[in-house]
Each structure stands twice: as structure tokens, then as C-alpha cells.
T-cell receptor, first 110, second 112 residues
Framework: DAKTTQPNSMESNEEEPVHLPCNHS???????IHWYRQLPSQGPEYVIH???SNVNNRMASLAIAEDRKSSTLILHRATLRDAAVYYCILEPSNDYKLSFGAGTTVTVRA | DAGVTQSPTHLIKTRGQQVTLRCSPKSGHDTVSWYQQALGQGPQFIFQ???????QRGNFPDRFSGHQFPNYSSELNVNALLLGDSALYLC???????????FGQGTRLTVV
């Protein structure tokens, strides 16, 4: 399974941006980078994904390093509802499973 | 759109028994994947069903089996339950099996 490394936890203040790093030094050229989050007592929720270029959607932005060995999920203005475990996952083109690691637990302070 | 629905939400079974969990995918989706999530850990892939066939399987014993019906809904069956099978079982649906996956709320299975 393609491996990612994330910090165990991060804290943020409400209304401030959150930058969640992810290292994936063994990424191959056709691996997509996915981010999911899991709020307490819920199933995982898709956040964003990308291949090479930076991506934006209504939830977040994904910044991908030029060499693709790392990426950063950016929550532009954290709210209390953003408190969750965030998972960075590589999805190979020839693989159908999502390989979840331990993720980063994000705490948002009011 | 109801999204992905799973039933039941909670279940208690005795060691050695068999259990069936059910999943209805999001409207328009044709692929269903099942995951097991132990307390405090990330979800682990069990298998994926597409066109009523098991297309890919994770590292789970044969006690775990599944089925996909013509309407794309799916069942997960676990035989000879062990205490270690206690977990949250998640169903995810997608179109074609890759890209954005939608997860259900899960079924919490407790084996006593």
C-alpha cells in the first residue's frame, strides 16, 4: 500500500486557517492524492483530491508540491464543525481500495 | 437523495454466530466497498463489489463474504464471529470504483 505520513494532531482557533501536511515520498506518477475527514460518530466524508495541480472546492484547497512528494490540505477558516480526523490517502490508478492511516486529529478552539 | 444507507445501525451478537449487514448505495452509484474500523483506528478495506462480483479484496479471512444485487445494494456476511470482529462496519459507494467515495454512517457490531 502506498504510504503517507501525517502529524498525529493539530490545534487551531476558530476563524483561522488550518494547514494539514502530508508526506508521500514514495508516490508514483499515477497515484491520486485524496483527503477524507471523519467527524465523531460518522462515516468518513470526502474532502478533496488531486493529481498534480492545486485544487480548490467549497470545503478546502489542496496544494501539491512540484515533486508530488508532499501535499497540504488547507481549511481557509476553521469552524467548530471542522473538528475531525483528517486522512491523507494515495489512490493508485490500478487499485480500488482507500488505505486509511491513523490520520490527523484536528481540534478547533472557540 | 438519501446518500448511502446502512442497516442496522447497531447490533449485538454472540461469539460463533453469523451476521449480515446491509448497504444501499447513493443513487447513481454502481460500486460498493466495505470497510472495518476498530476503535481508535482508521478504516480497513474488506472488499469491493462491482457488477455483482467481488473485484478486490483486502486482508480479511474467508469468514467475511459479500454479495451485490442487481440494484447495486450489497450485503456483508461474517461467519463464526470472534470477539475481535467487534467494530464499526462502513459501506462506501462510488461510480466505477475510484474517485470520490460516499460513506454511510456505519453499523456498530459488538460481539460478546
Amino acid at each position: 500500500d502506498a504510504k503517507t505520513t501525517q502529524p498525529n494532531s493539530m490545534e487551531s482557533n476558530e476563524e483561522e486557517p488550518v494547514h494539514l501536511p502530508c508526506n508521500h515520498s514514495t508516490i508514483s506518477g499515477t497515484d491520486y492524492i485524496h483527503w477524507y475527514r471523519q467527524l465523531p460518530s460518522q462515516g468518513p466524508e470526502y474532502v478533496i483530491h488531486g493529481l498534480t495541480s492545486n485544487v480548490n472546492n467549497r470545503m478546502a484547497s489542496l496544494a501539491i508540491a512540484e515533486d508530488r512528494k508532499s501535499s497540504t490540505l488547507i481549511l481557509h477558516r476553521a469552524t467548530l464543525r471542522d473538528a475531525a480526523v483528517y486522512y491523507c490517502i494515495l489512490e493508485p490508478s490500478n487499485d480500488y481500495k482507500l488505505s486509511f492511516g491513523a490520520g490527523t486529529t484536528v481540534t478547533v478552539r472557540a | 437523495d438519501a446518500g448511502v444507507t446502512q442497516s442496522p445501525t447497531h447490533l449485538i451478537k454472540t461469539r460463533g454466530q453469523q451476521v449480515t449487514l446491509r448497504c444501499s448505495p447513493k443513487s447513481g452509484h454502481d460500486t460498493v466497498s466495505w470497510y472495518q474500523q476498530a476503535l481508535g483506528q482508521g478504516p480497513q478495506f474488506i472488499f469491493q463489489y462491482y457488477e455483482e462480483e467481488e473485484r478486490q479484496r483486502g486482508n480479511f479471512p474467508d469468514r467475511f463474504s459479500g454479495h451485490q444485487f442487481p440494484n447495486y445494494s450489497s450485503e456483508l456476511n461474517v461467519n463464526a464471529l470472534l470477539l475481535g470482529d467487534s467494530a464499526l462496519y462502513l459501506c462506501a459507494s462510488s461510480l466505477g470504483g475510484q474517485g470520490e467515495a460516499f460513506f454511510g454512517q456505519g453499523t456498530r457490531l459488538t460481539v460478546v
